[in-house]
């Protein structure tokens, strides 16, 4: 059962000190000085293909092949533009050895290498999420590589990982919510509601990592407008206003508002 939008924003109320989300930025309040960090997004990857099952696809045991069977399965794997770069390396091997070599592969060997390709593209997954500060990616990540058996690689980046990463992404974008709510950031807020609305994974993460930037432009740009209308401000503060928007681009917006505005004497 989906949390309550209700009962989110309040987990995130509570949560909110301890919530260090490294990427995207997060919108900090107008009268904060804040620098956006740096962020890295998440690119699922295709898991490297699996090995064939031989005797499952073609109702003959290894053993039981020609040498030409044999060697036309290992071949077929080397065609695979999506054969990880392990498979890779024992395919080439087998196909320079014995029959008994080749065979070898087929039946141990390929599983090995794939399992080798899974935790190096996981180990990569667990790099960005852990730049992205995403728990669950990060805790079933390591979770796939302590057991460290090709199932459970395989598991985690056919269906696990996918799972994780729109967990993260759903917690990211209420917190973005809570926050463009203490801001008052119209567009964001409609543009959270809508990503968590529709609750897909496809949703949340087009919001978190393209929506997002978009929609805290368009508020900041509103915002730094209004300062316009100030009747006190000061010749600084209009010229470095004027150039910003000028500029025009969501992380000019994004400084001025959170810092650039704060630098500008008088």
């Given at each position: 059962m989906r949390p309550t939008r209700a009962a989110i924003l309040v987990a995130a109320t509570v949560l909110t000190p301890a919530l260090l989300f490294s990427a995207p930025a997060f919108a900090a309040d107008a009268s904060t000085s804040a620098t956006p960090v740096a962020s890295t997004t998440p690119v699922t990857p295709t898991p490297a293909t699996a090995c064939p099952d031989i005797s499952s696809d073609t109702g003959t045991p290894v053993d039981e092949l020609t040498d030409d069977q044999v060697r036309a399965?290992?071949?077929?794997i080397l065609t695979d533009d999506n054969a990880g770069t392990g498979v890779l390396r024992e395919a080439n091997k087998a196909l320079r050895g014995t029959a008994v070599d080749m065979r070898a592969f087929?039946?141990?060997?390929c599983r090995v290498a794939q399992a080798e390709d899974d935790s190096v593209a996981i180990a990569?997954?667990?790099?960005?999420?852990?730049?992205?500060?995403d728990k669950r990616v990060i805790k079933d990540a390591n979770a796939a590589l302590d057991a460290n058996t090709p199932e459970a690689l395989r598991a985690?980046?056919?269906t696990g990982y996918?799972?994780?990463?729109?967990?993260d992404d759903s917690v990211a974008v209420v917190?973005?919510?809570?926050v463009a709510t203490q801001n008052g950031d119209k567009r964001v807020i409609k543009e959270a509601n809508a990503a968590l609305d529709a609750g897909t994974a496809e949703a949340l993460s087009y919001f978190r990592w393209t929506g997002y930037r978009l929609?805290?432009?368009?508020?900041?740009?509103v915002y730094i407008v209004r300062m316009l209308t100030d009747p006190n401000i000061s010749d600084a503060m209009f010229?470095?206003?004027?150039?910003?928007?000028?500029?025009?681009?969501?992380e000019a917006l994004r400084y001025f508002r959170t810092v650039g505005q704060y630098e500008i004497d008088g």
């Open positions: 399965a290992i071949q077929d087929l039946k141990t060997g990569r997954i667990l790099a960005v999420a852990a730049q992205n500060g985690f980046l056919e996918a799972q994780a990463q729109a967990e917190h973005i919510l809570f929609a805290q432009a368009e508020d900041d740009s010229d470095a206003i004027q150039a910003v928007l000028d500029d025009g681009s969501p």
